[in-house]
């Protein structure tokens, strides 16, 4: 049975996942975004000339990131389609639409469910759980915002301890970091599945053809979209082989 908003035993999630209010909140979380984007491009044309950039330079490198980040987005965003109906709009677009976490908000919300008896998504699954499910969501997310805030300036202490002693550390280290965590990450989707073996090696070699023709060609708008170009090549054939085997 359907009862309205402010029931707590209601059924209908999306009364309440809709509501106005949540949306204002939304709309208040975008709007800082765009503030933020606003002041950091502001900043970065400022330090150009300090740090021996042309504008021209700095228009590129943010038309790269920007392209960089179409790919991974579109993955994103399928999940965010599909979260939808448990979750409403404003809480996907702010949860997994800005941390991109899926997993975690998934689990989150569902040992939150979990404890009050009920399954997300199922007959149990009223306004109340949704409440206590998307709270549990958005506390973890506070807990990671508030750790590196407070972790943040300790390591910049680091950072300036060791630029001190060897200045070349800081130069490797945090390419030793990214790389570390992109191979651990890789490593973890290889287990799965031969799917997801190929898939890797489809998407290295989509983008190692992407650079080659770079530089053969003398083209860097390949170097830009090679990202995103390996992820849709990827993915296509991620869908052929799962279409199939299905």
Same mark, same amino acid.
Request: proline fraction near 4%; charged fraction near 10%; glycine fraction near 10%.
């Given at each position: ?89 404003? !809480?996907?677009? +702010?949860?997994? *639409? =800005? &941390? ?5 908000? @998934?689990?989150?919300?569902?040992? /939150?469910? #979990? ?19 998307? !709270?549990?969501? +958005?506390?973890? *997310? =506070? &807990? ?5 805030? @407070?972790?943040?300036?300790?390591? /910049?202490? #680091? ?88």
């Amino acid at each position: 049975m359907i009862r309205t908003l402010g029931d707590p035993s209601s059924m209908d999630i999306a009364a309440l996942a809709n509501s106005p209010v949540l949306w204002l909140c939304a709309g208040g979380v975008f709007l800082v975004i765009v503030i933020q984007s606003v002041i950091y491009l502001r900043a970065i044309r400022k330090a150009a000339v300090a740090a021996d950039l042309t504008q021209q330079q700095v228009t590129q490198s943010v038309r790269t990131g920007a392209v960089a980040a179409i790919g991974p987005s579109l993955a994103v965003a399928l999940v965010a389609i599909s979260l939808l109906p448990l979750f409403g709009t404003p !809480a996907v677009l +702010t949860r997994i *639409g =800005l &941390v991109g976490s899926a997993a975690f908000d @998934v689990a989150a919300a569902g040992v /939150a469910a #979990g404890t009050q008896g009920a399954q997300l998504g199922g007959p149990t699954y009223t306004q109340k759980v949704f409440a206590i499910a998307f !709270a549990a969501m +958005t506390m973890g *997310g =506070l &807990v990671w915002m508030l750790t590196t805030l @407070v972790l943040t300036p300790l390591l /910049a202490k #680091g950072d300036i301890s060791l630029r001190r002693v060897n200045p070349a550390v800081m130069t490797i280290v945090p390419g030793a970091a990214l790389l570390g965590a992109f191979v651990t990450l890789t490593l973890q989707e290889t287990v799965k599945s031969p799917v997801h073996i190929v898939t890797l090696c489809v998407s290295a070699v989509a983008m190692a053809v992407c650079m080659w023709l770079a530089r053969a060609l003398g083209k860097g708008w390949l170097r830009e979209w090679g990202l995103g170009i390996s992820i849709v090549v990827a993915l296509v054939v991620a869908g052929i082989m799962t279409g199939g085997a299905s």
